[in-house]
């Protein structure tokens, strides 16, 4: 089984910065894309960030700019640097790993539990 660990959350001011983790622990055979989602009251999940086991970013729009995700393949970890945070990135953040525990078995996703992002104006 994989178990995805986030931290980094909490509570900042508009303008500030957060940097979220995420580490992936099991039987990992390999991992593909990792990728942040969020999802504030009342809203739907919605896509943060994915990043390609080669390490190629993409970012919804509303991020462009300000964040930036990275991964380190040997720890099984993806990172999230929030800068120019807003009060609309508050949200829970979840990290996802697509990733297969087996050679022969087919890849999949497993989620994290979550992590509070707060931004106060």
């Known amino acids: 089984q994989v178990q995805l660990v986030e931290s980094g959350g909490g509570l900042v001011q508009a303008g500030g910065s957060l940097r979220l983790s995420c580490a992936a622990s099991?039987?990992?055979?390999?991992?593909?894309?990792m990728g942040w989602y969020r999802q504030a009251p009342g809203k739907q999940r919605e896509l943060v960030a994915t990043i390609t086991n080669g390490g190629t970013p993409d970012y919804t729009d509303s991020v462009k700019g300000r964040f930036t995700i990275s991964r380190d393949n040997a720890r099984n970890t993806v990172y999230l640097q929030m800068n120019s945070l807003k009060p609309e990135d508050t949200a829970v953040y979840y990290c996802?790993?697509?990733?297969?525990?087996?050679?022969?078995?087919?890849?999949?996703?497993?989620w994290g539990q979550g992590t509070q992002v707060t931004v106060s104006s």
């Open positions: 996802n790993c697509n990733a297969r525990l087996r050679s022969w078995s087919s890849s999949r996703d497993y």
């Open positions: 099991g039987s990992i055979f390999s991992t593909n894309a």
